[in-house]
């Protein structure tokens, strides 16, 4: 599949890469407020009788799932044969289970309103728990762009002999694949966590460490808690690399993390942030060409 790419505003930049790779068009789509805060969504280019993929990042999902079905029932009625989303980041994840008396189960819900907008979908290393895999949310063709070759490049391009961190056990899928990819040892640590931004994280005793350079890894940095906690773990005098797959950073996360010790904090283009270092273009590429 190569479909016509039409971006949200801030996903301009990723849609220029992508373009060329996907051997496609851009359609760019403009989002203006009125005066009183709703939007207005416009699909800058012709969509008829084209294959159509919206792309846009889900790091506001709340501010964005309006404005997301506006552009995707625009689409339709101006004549596009089929809709995609790539959504590099995919929010609303981590709400995989009842955990306490009248909440909502947010994954499924938000994985069924997606459903009713588009055909398929794209994202880059959901942050799944209890969930095996894209296909028991989503009922249409749900595929994962797996972002461990890009990071393991950029970790082999730009770190001396990098020695792999891993904050919780959540993070050992990645951890693991992206040592192995670097031919680098690797540690996961244990965390507890007691409230949205009180974690403990054990401390690590890899051996390497005391030689190498530490390498943080995680898919998300969101309160920037758990990394910080986890540098305070390791010895004073060598400060870490943190990388990130998705950077969320809530309020202040990203300068805690540096003001934490951070050596530097990278992460992927999955949503557009200054410490954006690896892009992802060419493996979301991949997976949409994978589609039937």
Known sequence: MKPVLAPFPDMQPMAARLAPVLGTRIVPVAWRHFPDGESLI???????????AILCTLRDPDRHMLPLRFAAATARELGANSIGLI???????????????????????????????????????PHLHRIPDLAALFTIPARRA??????????????????????????RQWVAQVAALASCPCEVLRKHRSGDREVEVSVPSVAALKTGTAVILDDIASSGRTLVKTIERLAPGNPPVCVVIHAVFAAGAHAGILAAGARRIVTT????????????AQILAEAVCSLP
């Open 42 to 52: 416009t699909l800058s280019g012709d969509v008829a009788d084209c294959d159509l």
């Open 146 to 171: 797996v972002t461990a070759p890009a990071l393991a490049g950029w970790i082999t391009r730009n770190i001396p002999d990098p020695v792999l961190i891993g904050p919780d056990e959540e993070s």
């Open 269 to 280: 283009d999955s949503i557009p942030h200054e410490s954006n270092a690896i892009s992802i």
């Open 87 to 125: 959504a590099p980041y995919l929010g609303y994840m981590r709400q995989d289970q009842r955990f306490a008396a009248g909440q909502a189960v947010s994954a499924p819900l938000f994985a069924a309103c997606l459903e009713e907008s588009f055909d398929w979908l794209v994202t880059a290393d």
